[in-house]
């Protein structure tokens, strides 16, 4: 099973603007089968979708909330139909906490 693990830094802070209007900086990612960390700046996003399109599931860090909303308005398919495990809604219904990222790391 193909996982592809990824998080995206927007150009602007959270909050400023609505997740959705938010622009991507970049997107690092994790590929399960080649075993390889690539990034993609917004001017290479056309280069990222394959990882995705391959992908038999998609892993976030509260990416139901805030990755995937702010990449949907760039992919050239429907990000939503990818499985999806996303480890914050996992946290928060095991601790019943809303933990962020660097407070479990």
């Known amino acids: 099973m193909k ?13 400023i603007v609505p997740v959705p209007e938010m622009e991507v900086s970049v997107v690092c990612l994790y590929d399960s089968e ?8 917004e001017h290479e996003l056309d280069n990222m979708w ?12 509260n990416g139901n909330y805030f990755d995937i ?8 398919f429907d990000l939503w139909s990818i499985k999806h495990l996303d480890i914050f809604e996992k946290v928060r219904e095991a601790t019943g906490k809303k933990l962020g990222l660097g407070s479990i790391a």
């Open 3 to 15: 996982k592809v693990i990824f998080d995206i830094e927007t150009k602007t802070e959270v909050g």
């Open 34 to 41: 080649t075993d390889q960390y690539v990034s993609f700046q």
């Open 50 to 61: 394959p990882y995705f399109q391959n992908a038999d599931m998609i892993i976030t860090y």
């Open 69 to 76: 909303p702010v990449l949907v308005k760039y992919a050239p």
